[in-house]
T-cell receptor
Framework: ETGVTQTPRHLVMGMTNKKSLKCEQH?????MYWYKQSAKKPLELMFV???????ENNSVPSRFSPECPNSSHLFLHLHTLQPEDSALYLC????????????FGPGTRLTVL | DQQVKQNSPSLSVQEGRISILNCDYT??????FLWYKKYPAEGPTFLIS?????DKNEDGRFTVFLNKSAKHLSLHIVPSQPGDSAVYFC???????????FGTGTSLTVIP
């Protein structure tokens, strides 16, 4: 399998649930990203991992918790989410050198009831 | 405050004609710019990029122009095809860090 994959593609969860989003890249990259895309808003960068260390955390609520066990895998752990967290969550990867193009996965469409 | 802006949420163009998508940015420290294309239910796909040392980059039917003094870039698609119908995002990054800033996207419809 090539490129950036994300599972699940769709997720519906209640506010008290705990779930995890998974991202895997097969491009040999060493930086990975989580973005949130809400309707009519620009993509919002949530977290950046470069060489498996978190380097950016853009004031994301603690109910979102990232994990990067190795350069190919990235997780986003979700707990006690709010309905306004419903969005498309996109994972991307790139080479860690600044300015390199990011390649995106298909996204997970999350609905919080 | 949004640092990358796409002021046209939608654009319709006849097949065979030129599509011009525009993007403005506010941060003069940005030096690398990209365009992404996104179909429904898919993630954004990289289309073309340009660094600030150039003012034009061409790849087949796609050309990106950069006007640094105006802090403006544009994507030209010639000739436009129905398969080009998608949402187009521009993005910019600075000289440090891994962060890209995205616009809100322009939905292009190419009419057969």
């Amino acid at each position: 399998e090539t490129g950036v994959t994300q599972t699940p593609r769709h997720l519906v969860m209640g506010m008290t649930n705990k779930k995890s989003l998974k991202c895997e890249q097969h491009l040999g990259h060493n930086a990975m990203y989580w973005y949130k895309q809400s309707a009519k808003k620009p993509l919002e960068l949530m977290f950046v991992y470069s060489l498996e260390e978190r380097v950016e955390n853009n004031s994301v609520p603690s109910r979102f918790s990232p994990e990067c066990p190795n350069s190919s895998h990235l997780f986003l752990h979700l707990h006690t989410l709010q309905p306004e967290d419903s969005a498309l969550y996109l994972c991307a990867s790139s080479h860690a050198t600044q300015g390199n193009t990011q390649y995106f996965g298909p996204g997970t469409r999350l609905t919080v009831l | 405050d949004q640092q990358v802006k796409q002021n046209s949420p939608s654009l319709s163009v006849q097949e065979g004609r030129i599509s011009i998508l525009n993007c403005d940015y506010t941060n003069s420290m940005f030096d690398y710019f990209l365009w992404y294309k996104k179909y429904p239910a898919e993630g954004p796909t990289f289309l073309i990029s340009i660094s600030s040392i150039k003012d034009k980059n061409e790849d087949g039917r796609f050309t990106v122009f950069l006007n640094k003094s105006a802090k403006h870039l544009s994507l030209h698609i010639v000739p436009s095809q129905p398969g080009d119908s998608a949402v187009y995002f521009c993005a910019a990054s600075g000289r440090t860090g891994n962060q890209f800033y995205f616009g809100t996207g322009t939905s292009l419809t190419v009419i057969p």
